[in-house]
């Protein structure tokens, strides 16, 4: 790893919550990154019970920029709060503890972030998600930025890099909303002129929850996170279309292990 203490050039942030089981892939791969600068690495352990501490304290010998500090425990915008104030860097790029960068992804995303303000990076979805879940997601994560509602582009907080000093002009995320804090601070940026510019060569390997349990949960707050921002955009004359949350449940229904619903008649 060459990642070293000093005035970093980028600083890698990651929020955790119980991740023991995940986090260490995701450093392993940070760890392989290459970089002729000087970076760090910000895990925000916010209030995990599971031994995550352990294993991030764990990698830290061998990795003299990774550094972990305390989360506030008021939810992932807070915690990401967090991390954006622990960050010694001009540039900063965001990945989640359950992912994992590919080769090259440093390099790729601190190219970007040279020459955009906010950057989309690119997610890939074969390597962690078994196929029943692939299906039934979709696979437009993978081509380009995101989308929120078909009407804003937005940089997902999965893959994401920004520069310091448009953090400074708009705000962190928002501790308002339990979910979509990556949409409601792509939209802020948008409405100062800056737009998500996504980067190809900046891959991480996303992973989809995979329990009908974590989905429903997940799908009920960015249900209610979706009216919020629907009502922000609709002052800037954009019209946000209702979901289709039905129909997208019973397609989960029907891919997911041991379920028949509706299968004879497909």
Do not use: K
């Amino acid at each position: 790893m060459s990642a070293v203490p000093g005035s970093p050039t980028l600083s890698v942030l990651i929020v955790a919550r119980n991740a023991a089981a995940t986090i260490g892939a995701q450093l392993d791969a940070l760890a392989a990154q290459h970089l002729d600068a000087p970076w760090e690495i910000v895990v925000v352990d916010d209030g995990s019970t599971d031994g995550t501490a352990e294993v991030v304290d764990g990698r830290a010998a061998a990795m003299p920029g990774l550094r972990r500090v305390a989360g506030p425990g008021r939810g992932v915008a807070a915690a990401r709060n967090a991390a954006l104030a622990a960050a010694r860097a001009p540039h900063l790029a965001m990945v989640d503890a359950d992912d994992v960068v590919a080769t090259g992804w440093l390099a790729a995303m601190v190219t970007a972030l040279d020459e955009a303000e906010l950057v989309a990076g690119a997610l890939e979805i074969d390597r962690l998600n078994p196929e029943w879940v692939r299906g039934t997601r979709g696979r437009a994560l993978a081509r380009s930025v995101g989308t929120f509602a078909g009407v804003l582009p937005f940089a997902h907080s999965s893959n994401l890099g920004v520069r310091r000093d448009l953090v400074d002009r708009i705000g962190g995320f928002d501790e308002g909303i339990e979910a979509g804090e990556d949409v409601e601070f792509s939209y802020r940026a948008s409405r100062v002129g800056v737009v998500p510019r996504y980067a190809p060569d900046a891959v991480v390997h996303y992973r989809y929850r995979t329990t009908l349990g974590g989905l429903w949960r997940q799908g009920r707050a960015y249900g209610r996170v979706r009216a919020v921002l629907g009502r922000r955009l609709a002052a800037d004359g954009l019209t946000v279309p209702p979901a289709t949350t039905a129909r997208a449940w019973l397609g989960l229904l029907r891919s997911s292990p041991g379920c028949e619903i509706g299968r004879a008649h497909v």
